[in-house]
C-alpha cells in the first residue's frame, strides 16, 4: 500500500533532550515536507526536500532540523526541544510540483 | 511572496443547507489550489484541485482568478462533512502553502 509512514505517532519528552521523528514514504516520490499544526495557525512549513541530499527552510525551521540521505526516508530532529515545539506533526511527500501531497499520520509531541 | 487566507475558523450550518468556505490567495504567478480535508482522527487527504474540475463529495472549488479566490462550495451540506479544511497553494517553487482552516460543523 502506498504511504507515508510516521513514527511515533505519540511523544513526550522534556525539555532539551535531543529526539527523531522518522518519515518513511515507498511511493518513491522525490518530494519530502515537514508541517506543524497548531490551533489558530493551521499548518505551517518547517523544512522541505526536493530530493536526496537537497533540503530547504519553510517557514518555520528555528530549532529543528532535517536530512535527507535516502529518498524514501526524512527524519525530523529536535537538538534541543522546548514547550514551544509542542504541536502536531506531518510529514508529506509528492511526486512532482504541483501533484498533491500525501500526508503521514501525525506526530502528536509534548515537550515539558 | 504565496499566501492563502481562510476567513472563517469556525463555520457552523444545518443538514441540507448550502456551505461555502473561503479562500483567498496572494500569488504573482500562475497558481495550483487545492483542498484538503481533515475528517477527525485521521490524516489530511486531498479533496479536489482546480487543475481537475472535478466534484468530489459533491463540493466544488472554482478558480477566481480576479478576485483570487478559490471558494469550496457544496449545495447540501451532510453531517459527514464535518471536519477541518484547508486550502492550499503551489506556486512556482516547492512550497505548498496553506491557510489556516476552516473548522466545519454540521448540525443535524
Known amino acids: 500500500e502506498a504511504q507515508v509512514t510516521q513514527n511515533p505517532r505519540y511523544l513526550i519528552t522534556v525539555t532539551g533532550k535531543k529526539l527523531t521523528v522518522t518519515c518513511s514514504q515507498n511511493?518513491?516520490?522525490?518530494?519530502m515536507s515537514w508541517y506543524r499544526q497548531d490551533p489558530g495557525l493551521g499548518l505551517r512549513q518547517i523544512y522541505y526536500?526536493?530530493?536526496?541530499?537537497?533540503?530547504d527552510k519553510g517557514d518555520v525551521p528555528e530549532g529543528y532540523k532535517v536530512s535527507r540521505k535516502e529518498k524514501r526516508n526524512f527524519p525530523l530532529i529536535l537538538e534541543s526541544p522546548s514547550p514551544n515545539q509542542t504541536s502536531l506533526y506531518f510529514c508529506?511527500?509528492?511526486?512532482?510540483?504541483?501533484?498533491?501531497?500525501?500526508f503521514g499520520n501525525g506526530t502528536r509531541l509534548t515537550v515539558t | 511572496a504565496q499566501r492563502v487566507t481562510q476567513p472563517e475558523k469556525l463555520l457552523s450550518v444545518f443538514k441540507g443547507a448550502p456551505v461555502e468556505l473561503k479562500c483567498n490567495y496572494s500569488?504573482?504567478?500562475?497558481?495550483?489550489l487545492f483542498w484538503y480535508v481533515q475528517y477527525s482522527r485521521q490524516r489530511l487527504q486531498l479533496l479536489l484541485r482546480?487543475?481537475s474540475r472535478e466534484s468530489i463529495k459533491g463540493f466544488t472549488a472554482d478558480l477566481n482568478k480576479g478576485e483570487t479566490s478559490f471558494h469550496l462550495k457544496k449545495p447540501f451540506a451532510q453531517e459527514e462533512d464535518s471536519a477541518m479544511y484547508y486550502c492550499?497553494?503551489?506556486?512556482?517553487?516547492?512550497?505548498?502553502?496553506f491557510g489556516q482552516g476552516t473548522r466545519l460543523t454540521i448540525n443535524p
Open positions: 500569488y504573482s504567478g500562475s497558481p495550483e
Open positions: 492550499a497553494l503551489s506556486g512556482g517553487a516547492q512550497k505548498l502553502v
Open positions: 482546480h487543475i
Open positions: 511511493m518513491n516520490h522525490e518530494y
Open positions: 526536500s526536493m530530493n536526496v541530499e537537497a533540503t
Open positions: 508529506a511527500s509528492r511526486p512532482g510540483l504541483y501533484s498533491p501531497l500525501h
